[in-house]
């Protein structure tokens, strides 16, 4: 198991002899991430990042159980010295605090309804030799297994002519995750598994490559959660277990709904905000008449 430590923090050689310039800023974020690691005392199980490629492009592709996901597959691929760009949603940059990073890091934005500019960004990093991490299940799973897979990671490996790299995180969201309380309580444990590359075949359809790559997925994710080190502490602290490993976590097809009726939430709330925004423009405009 792996803690991170001080030293690490301050570590030269964290990402290699000759660090690109522009990735300034991502260097920082990495370096504070472990500041956070190490005061939550996060204990890190992590395996396969001899798969990460030294140089070239892949995707990365990850299951999606936790806010914290994806600082725990960038660790993963620290001890390569390579850092991963993530797709992510449009929103999460245009917040006026974590905007400024994620452009900085070089994040890839994706706008539900305009997905193809999203696509052929990330297929253009893929293609200048970066790392892109993508979830392809979109959402956080509430049920804590695999949901159905978004087949454009397939269809980018095959575009790109790059492997995909099979992944599963696991326990990061018993410190912060969907439709529960953030837990900063010390001591948790991580893991984190990357599988063997996974490279498009002559002819492969996008079908088949993510098909293959949920196949991968599933085993990794199975082998994250047998070998995880900690069990729960009573049958009230059951809920980040799936109900297949005895725990209380919604079935796929109750995770299903609740994914459903968030969404509803969310075009409700963005009709309001819309619906605001007309009126008081309106109404600025009756006042200056």
Known sequence: MYTASWRDVVRRDLFGSR???????????VRLALVVFRLLRLRFD????????ATGGAVVCSNHVSYLDFTFLGLAALPQHRLVRFMAKAAVFGHWFAGPFMRAMRHIPVERKAGAAAFDAAVRALKDGELVGVFPEATISQSFTLKDLKAGAARMAI??????????????HRVATKKHPVDLR???????????????????????????????????????????PQQPA??????????????????????A?????????????????RRARLRARLGRGGRAA
């Open 19 to 29: 660090p690109d310039r522009r990735d300034r800023p991502y260097r920082l974020v």
């Open 46 to 53: 992590v395996r396969g990042s001899e798969h990460v490629p």
């Open 159 to 172: 575009d790109a002519g790059v492997p995909i790299l099979p992944a599963a995180v696991w326990g990061g």
């Open 186 to 228: 010390g001591g948790k444990a991580v893991t984190v598994l990357l599988g063997e590359p996974l490279w498009p075949q002559p002819g492969e359809t996008p079908a088949a490559l993510l098909a293959r790559t949920r196949t991968a997925m599933e085993a990794l994710l199975d082998e994250a959660q047998r070998t995880y």
């Open 234 to 255: 009573g049958p009230e602290d059951t809920w980040w277990l799936p109900l297949h490993l005895g725990g209380t976590a919604p079935t796929l097809e109750e995770a």
């Open 257 to 273: 709904a609740r994914d459903r009726a968030d969404a509803a939430g969310q075009r409700r709330r963005a009709r309001t905000s």
